[in-house]
């Protein structure tokens, strides 16, 4: 269902960027953090803008943000736990341009994204002479060493709420910054900041 909804979103920003009057592309380098502090994803993605009418303009990107693995959690003195993340996305957004001068351009925008996260859980165990007694032996067995690693995947529709700010160096070469706030639609997590910058051009 997540997956529909986004395709559709993406189906419909396709028609609307055949009508554009103007389009641009910005590489971007990323950075996503996480209220919960599970850690920073640095990342690479494609922007997209296309003029739609007035001072209205259809925002789509897409990219990845590297693994990222956070810190141990439930340590103690024989075991711990442990977490990476990486992850493939898109997203959808409208945003309306205003001009603060002859070079400089804030896009505030809102919209939807698409993440499909790729986790790796790692539970590692140096083994215990404090396992458990059986009653009718009297022994301690214990429990051995032992690495378990789980891989699976968890896909998210965010809801986006950001601006992009927009220096022009040439008539069509620009630089470009930006943040925003993601809310899991799902889970209420929120991922913030979410920061980008980089350069594109206009053609």
Same mark, same amino acid.
């Given at each position: @269902? =997540? *997956?529909?909804?986004?395709?559709? /979103?993406?189906?419909?920003?396709?028609?609307?960027?055949?009508?554009?009057?103007?389009? /641009?592309? /910005?590489? $971007?380098?990323l950075n996503l953090g996480k209220l919960d502090d599970r850690?920073?994803?640095?990342?690479?993605?494609?922007? /997209? *803008?296309f003029h739609l009418k007035n001072s209205w303009y259809l925002i789509p990107d897409v990219g990845y943000f590297?693994? =990222?693995? $956070?810190?141990?959690?439930? *340590?103690?003195?024989?075991?711990?736990?442990k977490d990476s993340h990486q992850y493939l996305f898109?997203?959808?957004?409208?945003? +309306?341009?205003f001009s603060l001068s002859n070079r400089l351009k804030?896009?505030? +925008?809102?919209?939807?994204?698409?993440?499909q996260d790729f986790i790796k859980h790692l539970h590692v165990s140096s083994g215990s002479d404090n396992? +458990?007694?059986?009653?009718?032996?009297?022994?301690?067995p214990g429990y051995p060493p032992h690495n378990i690693l789980d891989e699976y995947s968890d896909s998210m529709i965010m809801l986006n709420l950001g601006f992009l700010a927009e220096y022009n160096i040439t008539k069509n070469m620009f630089l470009t910054a930006?943040? =925003? +706030? @993601?809310?899991?639609?799902?889970?209420?997590s929120s991922y913030i900041p979410y920061l980008n910058f980089g350069m594109g051009c206009r053609f």
């Open positions: @269902m =997540k *997956k529909t909804l986004f395709l559709f /979103a993406v189906c419909t920003s396709l028609w609307f960027s055949s009508m554009a009057q103007q389009h /641009a592309v /910005a590489v $971007n380098y850690g920073w994803n640095s990342g690479v993605g494609v922007q /997209a *803008k590297f693994e =990222k693995t $956070n810190l141990p959690y439930h *340590k103690d003195d024989n075991n711990f736990q898109g997203n959808v957004n409208v945003g +309306y341009s804030l896009v505030p +925008y809102i919209g939807t994204g698409f993440y396992g +458990y007694r059986d009653p009718s032996s009297g022994t301690n930006g943040s =925003k +706030y @993601m809310l899991d639609t799902y889970s209420q």
